[in-house]
């Protein structure tokens, strides 16, 4: 299964370099699988009072299995507050209430500009996606937001294809120019090799951290365009045996996060 | 006065060729009975709507129903992307539909702003990306990109949408349309106020006194309402809560169904079209399936505690 | 992490001189326990609103706490004019508080537009009437008049509000600040979501897992929540329903004492100043009218039907 | 207790004159005392499937005692939706759902503009009054209003102190330049001696009918402006014993509506 110290798998790594991101009393904005289980391995180590919310109108779901999309049935008994869609990304994230955001897509630039609409030409598309979703609005508005992507050049891109979901748009303050809420924007993209964390002034994604078994010179030959390294850069930090705990004892005793590896995430 | 009667009469009734429709659901309460009639009925030239779409929009593109689709998304969640949505965008097949692309913030609000008679309403996302580059049959009323008035930021306003009909599944309601609902809303209150009639399918028709019992979880009231149908299990392979559980199973057979035309359309004979109604459905599901499955679907029994409205 | 306090530290803590405070209430859920902590403590220059003011904002006008009033309408009801509020106008006593007049659309689409983050929000009436015509502290910013960029049709935009402070009673909150209510809802919900702290008062404490038992009724996530106070009987003088009524003959004496600046102050120091708090006041008010009247405005016993969130 | 045939009071005339101007199926607005007496009067005759709501967020309460309030208790149980002001000011009645509504004021004017701010000038009222609540609303946006006024020359105006709530401004189709909905305004002005309805082209109130016992020369000489008499000018039809009944034995069999009375309703 894994060659990892401590046995654990990428997308288990993956998974609790999101829970880090997330602080203690944070509202965050989940969607299924990855984000979900971030939020959730935060809640059970060092964020308790963290507040995880669905935009079909959930907060502070109790699910008694793991939520497959986010109206699943699971979330609605016990949760703290049932509302609509527009509770969830009108009065609190339009509002400005949701500190973090977890998102993926099947582009992301070095902007952090997401493409979840259309590969190829718009009008006469290779391949049509799914569109904005709520994708849209939680990457223009969440206070931070998170990236989850697979570290190759066909996911990565210099620029996509079409901008669905706005990162730093083409950098250097396109977020305010656009009238943006400040203080909002991607935070990083957390990739099966890496942690590419956003130089706020110029937009860009910069290698901050490389995973266990993963090199510098390896990234940066994944990576289409020229990566930034971080002064600080180092090793990702692996799982403890805490977060381990918490995701195959509590959260994931089935291992279905596995199903990442199958899709890449090795 | 009753406004209670079978789904084929309320859709043969109530929706017209060309319609705009907006059809509520969200995982949650899909009115698929309603859905399946509409393709039964072969009403042509439709506009949807609804923020995340899923299973029942596709079904409504790949029957070639669909004219114009103003959204934000559309997937079979677990299962990934939309067979028919691709096809229809990729192939042109069965042709090719329109689509006008939002969010799930700017939907939900232009038909908010439908539902409380505001012309438009401004919204802080989709600015700076290419959501703004493309418009299709809306044109240039799809937004309007303003300096604010008040303090000259730049702001952007949406226009408000007011369907012809809106289709909603809930829980209960009475003979006269008063409609309750409880659990996952998505965008069903303010897409149902925002048409200019509903068609209310419904787990169980209740009494009036039993609406008046708990009047704070109507979503819709009687006046808006032109027809009443009572469908249990309507809302199936989605789900509603109190009453059954989303049928996993099934979602994975549409998926592969729908990977090809043929496999659509033969999902579709065999569900839909050799189908007359939501009993028959029923029915089917249990001799293919077994009552087994079936039952299992079925919620626990978890109530809540009752409240009081009395003085 | 509890949030639960007594009144008087909830507004020691969470309220400050020249705060903006929203007060939710419609006769239904005035929170009357902290508008009296309020006065007891002497909070000053204060701004309040809410649509359909009544007796509560009436007595912090003649208490000589506020100095602006952002809304549509205060009376007592069926006892006539607000006295402290027409002596506040007309001859300046204890001061002339500035108003800024708008309606029961208007204000509570400005508290929609600050509880969703919008910055303004297009409403369809006051025009061609003086409430155009006089502005008071918000100046040119109470509204703006625009030509649609959609069809350039007039329309009348007014500002979000989003008050410092949230101040509202309801039926039920956990410890943690999840608030549930049922019935008539008035401007609570806006409101309290567009405030950037909310206190919420309550008839009871209930544990999280009642809250989730019927999580539809919640109106205000705990995140927004900075203190949960149980105040039982909280509301009196109105009403909560499922809890009390509201005492009529209560708001009667209210209206004889505030007819003279000394009978106002009397009711203040009789109901405010010489009582430390809610129990004291429900207290003095069984000591003074007997328990039988005091129980006769307790609700009746007629309980809703439960309903179930299960799958 | 009254002069007139069939023994009814005016304040019964009037509210059957109110009544009468609901038809079935109509959405209404009410308020406490004449209008829902008014309304359910039509609910009980001709109009069953009359739907009445209250802006405090009711929609078709079943009060076993009449409310003191929009606001009152009594309204909650048993009503066909209880939500909150926004569902009855923004989704009913901004939507274009209401079909009348019921208006008074201190002050009515010839074009229908009402009140209720202020009397004398603004800054330095005479009597400050409370304000617009939900009148300005309603009389922006209801198909029809129905105004209930003293008829006496305080209270009816050729120009009100303070136009609170638009009647039709000041005429001429000053309603649609100001961008108010088309096929909206105040419909008659019902007061204790006639039925003044509007004429939708001028604006303007004139004498449709006048109450049993009333005759056109005096109503001019207690309305402030040259009142124009409508060429079907005729007298009003009394109570019909049906409407008595429903008022006497179903709707307030402790006679409250006789206070109006004493407020000069005779």
Redesign the interface.
Known sequence: MSAHPNGYIKPELMACCGAREIKNHHVVIVGTGFPAMSANIAKHTHAPDAILMQESGVVDARPKRPALSVGDPCLNPGAAMVGNLLDIMGMFLQAGWVDVGFLSGSQVDKFGNINTTAIGDYEHPKTRLPGSGGANPIGSLAKKTLIIALHDKRRLAERVDFITTPGYIDGNGARERWGLPANTGPECIITNKAILRFDKTTGEACLESYHPGHSIDEIRENTPWDLKILENVHETEPPTERELEVIRKILDPHRMISIYEKRGYV | ?TKVMTTKEAISQFVNDNDFLFIGG???RPPFAAIHEIIRQGKKNLTITR??AADDFDMLIGAGLVRRFI?????L??YG??RC??RS??KGIPHKIE?E??????L??ML?A??????????????????MN?KSFMGE?KF?L?D????G?????V?ALNPDVAIIHV?QA?K?G?AQ??????????GA?AAKKVIVSCERIVD???????????IV????VVAVVEEPFGAHPG?T??F???D?GFGYQYQQASNTVEGFHAFLKEWVYDIPDRKAYTQHYIQKFGYGPFKKLE?????????????
């Not at chain 2, 505001?118 to 290419?130: I, Y």
């Not at chain 2, 604010?148 to 303090?151: Q, T």
């Not at chain 2, 930021?153 to 306003?157: A, D, F, G, S």
């Not at chain 2, 919620?299 to 003085?311: E, G, M, Q, W």
């Open positions: 006065m969200y995982v949650c923020s995340n959204g934000t998304f559309l997937s969640g677990v992307l939309g949505f691709r965008i990729e689509v692309e939002y969010t799930n913030l700017s939900p609000m908010m439908g539902s409380f008679g505001m012309p438009f309403v401004p919204v802080r996302d989709m600015v700076g990306t290419d959501l493309i009323n309007k303003i604010s008035p008040f303090d930021k730049p702001t952007l306003l226009p829980q009475d006269f008063n609902m409880w659990g996952i809303g998505g965008d069903c209150k303010v106020n009036r006194d039993v609406i008046g019992k708990d009047p704070s979880r109507t009231p009687s006046f808006k789900y809560p109190g059954y559980d989303t996993f919620a626990a029994f978890d109530y809540s505690f009752p409240v009081s409205y009395a003085y």
